[in-house]
Nanobody, 115 residues
């Protein structure tokens, strides 16, 4: 089964940028539509962005125009470029299948936006 490992999170000031990576091992992630999800403390896990096998994308309204999801099928990796970060973007970010996140969740990567 495909294992998903997220990386690239960290502490950033408001207005800053981060690029997250999701590396898939044990399978070919290019076969799947993939998504980035996030969970803030005390809140449910929500979809941030999704990308189809063909590269079509979908974004939550809260991140449109600021975040960009992309994939490199040769590297079995999905990315999330996050610009103009806001404190409300603070959360643990996960990747999984989209629209139904049916793979086991990875450990996620923490993104903290604070001055």
């Amino acid at each position: 089964q495909v294992q998903l490992v997220e990386s690239g999170g960290g502490l950033v000031q408001p207005g800053g940028s981060l690029k997250l990576s999701c590396a898939a091992s044990g399978g070919d992630s290019s076969r799947y539509n993939m998504g980035w999800y996030r969970q803030a403390p005390g809140k449910q896990r929500d979809l941030v962005a999704g990308i189809t096998r063909g590269g079509n994308t979908n974004y939550a309204d809260s991140v449109k125009g600021r975040f960009t999801i992309s994939r490199d099928n040769a590297k079995n990796t999905v990315y999330l470029q996050m610009n103009s970060l806001k404190p409300e973007d603070t959360a643990v970010y996960y990747c999984n299948l989209w629209p139904t996140p049916s793979h086991p969740w990875g450990q996620g990567t923490q993104v903290t936006v604070s001055s």
